[in-house]
């Protein structure tokens, strides 16, 4: 199974900061990973899949990058909307699908 | 676009059906998978199957436990759960890979997601 492990478990900033989101992998993903976007009491929101294409209607403040078995998410200026829990999740090695434990972005 | 139905209270060792129905694009063309979180915690994978239900997957967790299955007829995934713990309880999603015809399991669309509670 590969595991994915996401740092920090918890970021905090204020609006306007640029956040970096990392994720890493037991073992190489290739290029096969997403990130998804979750707020309280909702279903999660694909942001990136094929770790640097931004998903159908998201800002450009979000971009990817990374191959193998380091990515990085990373959001240029938090506007109030993006404070929310952030998980990044492989589809090379599977079964199992496997997601990160995810990051929780907070207002400081 | 997708509408989940059946969550609720069981007691452990009981089954219950999860019901997943698309809308507003051609569900037959789609993989599908399950995907649950429990309370507080993060999310995890649970199954998947192919177009035409010839393939599915399960985690380790529930495999010999749930069926996944679907009725193209009906734009309709499900879930059948048995024999549930409770560590089974969660919020159970239904989701739609970005891609159709394949299992490229990457996922654009989600359910409401459906709480699915095992307590005696």
């Known amino acids: 199974e590969t595991v994915l492990t996401q740092s920090p478990a918890t970021l905090s900033l204020s609006p306007g900061e640029g956040a970096t989101l990392s994720c890493r992998a037991s073992q190489s993903v290739r290029n096969y990973l997403a990130w998804y976007q979750q707020k309280p009491g909702q279903a999660p929101r694909l942001l990136i899949y094929?770790?640097?294409n931004r998903a159908t209607g998201i800002p450009p403040r979000f971009s990817g990058s990374g191959f193998g078995t380091d990515f990085t998410l990373t959001i240029s200026s938090l506007e109030p909307e993006d404070f929310a829990v952030y998980y990044c999740?492989?589809?090379?090695?599977?079964?199992?699908?496997?997601f990160g434990g995810g990051t929780r972005v907070e207002i400081k | 676009q997708l509408l989940q139905s059946g969550g609720g209270l069981v007691q452990p060792g009981g089954s219950l059906r999860l019901s997943c129905v698309g809308s507003g694009f051609t569900f037959n063309n789609y993989a599908m998978a399950w995907v649950r979180q429990a309370p507080g915690e993060g999310l995890g994978w649970v199954s998947s199957?192919?177009?035409?239900?010839?393939?599915?997957w399960y985690s380790d967790s529930v495999k010999g436990r749930f069926a996944i299955s679907r009725d193209n007829s009906k734009s309709t995934l499900y879930l059948q759960m048995s024999s549930l713990r409770a560590e089974d309880t969660a919020v159970y999603y239904c989701a739609r890979p970005v891609n159709p015809g394949g299992t490229d399991m990457v996922f654009d669309y989600w359910g409401q997601g459906a709480l699915v509670t095992v307590s005696s």
């Open positions: 999740q492989q589809r090379y090695n599977w079964p199992p699908l496997t």
């Open positions: 094929d770790a640097s």
């Open positions: 199957i192919t177009v035409s239900a010839d393939n599915t």
